[in-house]
């Protein structure tokens, strides 16, 4: 997987080498309890498919994306731009990199590219085997 840091024409807004495409599921998503907090001035650039299937599971509440690649589903996400201080506050949130790790990966996007993007991963546990494997939260 060739990883590419020039996002220039993706984010246009933003100086080089300030910015970064992410990949949100679960709570960073529209419309649910941590967009508008660390998302809302941030550049939303379509939903797409992780490439690979992974597992999102339910954990005490939480939606849990594992490090599993082909095992689960490909995992509908929204794919924004965002600078390195946003980065920064959704390491934060997310405890990166010792409750959660960032990883990029690649996304197919719903106008048919393929973006590399970072995603939160859970840094310590596997996947539960039998709990239902969900494609998007």
């Keep these: 997987l060739a990883i590419e840091d020039d996002n ?4 246009p807004y933003y100086d080089v080498g300030d910015e970064h495409i992410i990949a949100v599921y ?9 967009h508008d907090y660390f998302l809302a001035e941030a550049m939303y650039l379509g939903e797409g498919l992780t ?4 597992p999102l599971q339910i954990h005490s509440g ?26 920064d506050q959704l390491d934060s949130l997310e405890g990166h990199p010792t409750h959660y790790e960032r990883k990029q990966i690649a996304i197919d996007m719903e106008d048919g590219t393929t973006e590399i993007a970072w995603t939160y991963f859970d840094s310590h546990n596997k996947s539960t085997p039998t709990q239902i494997m969900l494609q998007h939260y």
């Design 51 to 54: 490439t690979n299937k992974y």
């Design 8 to 11: 220039d024409d993706l984010c």
């Design 62 to 87: 939480l939606p849990y994306l594992f490090n599993e690649p082909n095992n689960g589903n490909q995992v509908k996400v929204e794919v924004y731009c965002v600078d390195d201080d946003m980065l």
């Design 26 to 34: 679960g709570t960073l998503k529209q419309g649910n309890g941590n």
